[in-house]
């Protein structure tokens, strides 16, 4: 129990103090906090022979990237074409993000019903396991992000002139992590048999997706706390940086199995609205983040999400070579956006509780 443990050593975040966060408030259930010891097999996939159109290099991409989507959902890319100095800047940036000053973070906090701003371990929104990190997001228009500049006027209508570098560093990064999603779009079909159709292409891109910031402060008693709690992304599919410390894990066969980290790769997982465009082929894992003792931990996160008001469901065909049966009801993100907004705190278990409230909410 957290009133047995010398919580008080945990050291206050900055905004802590003006919250009056209880360190208990950030304790997890003991069941949540059990070691990974050993690594997740999410294979690394060198994707220079795909992006360049080379038939057999498709081939044995799209051969691997089945096999791990259909175990846990999770593998990794190299030569990916977003520049590696484009992630080191965008890296190096999140600081700029999270050294501001308390007061002007309340400022930018997320509102209400949505993602988009700063978040201090959600403590406007849970009042108990609460993750120890904090976090920024802002938004990227797959179709016109790039014509509008619209990382750059976010920044500049929201932060100020002051922030033009750190506004310029996340427009770059967001169009080139725009153009690989795009590109993993692509791959997916191939692994499919949908890419003769562009099945999955039409359905991203006219989307948005949700660029995130996040910034994990390290912490006196990490085997109490958990960075970001057991959850799968609602999202389709995330395209994840995480720095050189550590701390990404992933459920698979039933225990908690760590992603290590990858110098130039990044990290791609299916989400649920993914799986359920696959009639459940592809798996959304449950995955966390972990805290340490020594070094603060910063990743950076790109969810890549469909046009919203367009009707899921997957292909026919994807439905008959999986047996036939359509498991899951159509719907649109834009439900299930605001179910994870307003109506569920994301777990392991969004999707099922999702389709179970769908029915009843005012937009059927
Ligand atoms: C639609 C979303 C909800 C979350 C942000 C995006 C995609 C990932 C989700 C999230 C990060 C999963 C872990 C729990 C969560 C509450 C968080 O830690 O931020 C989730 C986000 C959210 O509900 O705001
Ligand atoms: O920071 C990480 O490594 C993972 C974070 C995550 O899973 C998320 O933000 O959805
Ligand atoms: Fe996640």
């Given at each position: 129990?957290?009133?047995?443990?010398?919580?008080?050593?945990?050291?206050?975040?900055?905004?802590?103090k003006d919250q009056n966060l209880a360190?208990?408030?950030?304790?997890?259930?003991?069941?949540?906090?059990?070691?990974?010891?050993?690594?997740?097999?999410?294979?690394?996939?060198?994707?220079?022979?795909?992006?360049?159109?080379?038939?057999?290099?498709?081939?044995?991409?799209?051969?691997?990237?089945?096999?791990?989507?259909?175990?846990?959902?999770?593998?990794?890319?190299?030569?990916?074409?977003?520049?590696?100095?484009?992630?080191?800047?965008?890296?190096?940036?999140?600081?700029?993000?999270?050294?501001?000053?308390?007061?002007?973070?309340?400022?930018?906090?997320?509102?209400?019903?949505?993602?988009?701003?700063?978040?201090?371990?959600?403590?406007?929104?849970?009042?108990?396991?609460?993750?120890?990190?904090?976090?920024?997001?802002?938004?990227?228009?797959?179709?016109?992000?790039?014509?509008?500049?619209?990382?750059?006027?976010?920044?500049?209508?929201?932060?100020?002139?002051?922030?033009?570098?750190?506004?310029?560093?996340?427009?770059?990064?967001c169009e080139q992590m725009n153009k690989?999603?795009?590109?993993?779009?692509?791959?997916?079909?191939?692994?499919?048999?949908?890419?003769?159709?562009?099945?999955?292409?039409?359905?991203?891109?006219?989307?948005?997706?949700?660029?995130?910031?996040?910034?994990?402060?390290?912490?006196?008693?990490?085997?109490?706390?958990?960075?970001?709690?057991?959850?799968?992304?609602?999202?389709?599919?995330?395209?994840?940086?995480?720095?050189?410390?550590?701390?990404?894990?992933?459920?698979?066969?039933?225990?908690?199995?760590?992603v290590r980290p990858c110098p130039n790769?990044?990290?791609?997982?299916?989400?649920?609205?993914?799986?359920?465009?696959?009639?459940?082929?592809?798996?959304?894992?449950?995955?966390?983040?972990?805290?340490?003792?020594?070094?603060?931990?910063?990743?950076?996160?790109?969810?890549?999400?469909?046009?919203?008001?367009?009707?899921?469901?997957?292909?026919?065909?994807?439905?008959?070579?999986?047996?036939?049966?359509?498991?899951?009801?159509?719907?649109?993100?834009?439900?299930?956006?605001?179910?994870?907004?307003?109506?569920?705190?994301?777990?392991?278990?969004?999707?099922?509780?999702?389709?179970?409230?769908?029915?009843?909410?005012?937009?059927?």
């Amino acid at each position: 129990m957290a009133s047995s443990t010398n919580i008080h050593t945990l050291p206050l975040f900055s905004f802590q103090k003006d919250q009056n966060l209880a360190p208990a408030q950030f304790i997890w259930p003991k069941e949540d906090l059990i070691q990974a010891q050993e690594e997740l097999n999410a294979p690394v996939i060198d994707l220079a022979g795909f992006l360049s159109d080379d038939k057999a290099a498709i081939a044995t991409a799209a051969e691997l990237v089945r096999a791990a989507c259909m175990d846990h959902g999770f593998f990794q890319v190299t030569n990916h074409g977003v520049d590696e100095a484009v992630i080191q800047a965008a890296e190096d940036e999140i600081d700029a993000l999270f050294d501001l000053p308390t007061d002007e973070k309340l400022r930018l906090r997320r509102q209400r019903g949505s993602v988009w701003g700063y978040s201090g371990a959600h403590a406007d929104r849970f009042a108990k396991n609460l993750p120890w990190k904090e976090t920024y997001s802002f938004r990227f228009d797959h179709a016109t992000g790039a014509e509008k500049k619209i990382v750059v006027d976010y920044f500049d209508t929201v932060l100020g002139k002051e922030f033009m570098k750190t506004a310029l560093v996340y427009q770059i990064y967001c169009e080139q992590m725009n153009k690989l999603a795009m590109a993993i779009f692509k791959l997916l079909e191939v692994s499919l048999g949908v890419d003769a159709e562009q099945y999955y292409t039409k359905l991203f891109e006219e989307g948005t997706s949700i660029m995130r910031c996040n910034y994990y402060p390290k912490c006196d008693k990490p085997e109490l706390v958990l960075g970001t709690g057991p959850h799968a992304d609602p999202t389709s599919i995330t395209l994840l940086h995480q720095d050189q410390v550590g701390g990404l894990e992933v459920f698979s066969e039933n225990k908690w199995k760590f992603v290590r980290p990858c110098p130039n790769a990044l990290v791609i997982n299916i989400g649920d609205t993914f799986m359920a465009l696959t009639n459940g082929m592809y798996k959304s894992c449950v995955h966390r983040a972990m805290v340490n003792s020594e070094r603060t931990r910063r990743s950076m996160v790109y969810f890549v999400c469909p046009k919203e008001d367009l009707v899921l469901r997957a292909p026919e065909k994807v439905v008959e070579a999986d047996g036939g049966r359509r498991k899951y009801a159509d719907f649109k993100w834009a439900d299930l956006y605001e179910f994870t907004q307003n109506h569920h705190r994301v777990d392991g278990a969004t999707l099922d509780n999702f389709f179970r409230w769908l029915p009843s909410s005012p937009a059927n």
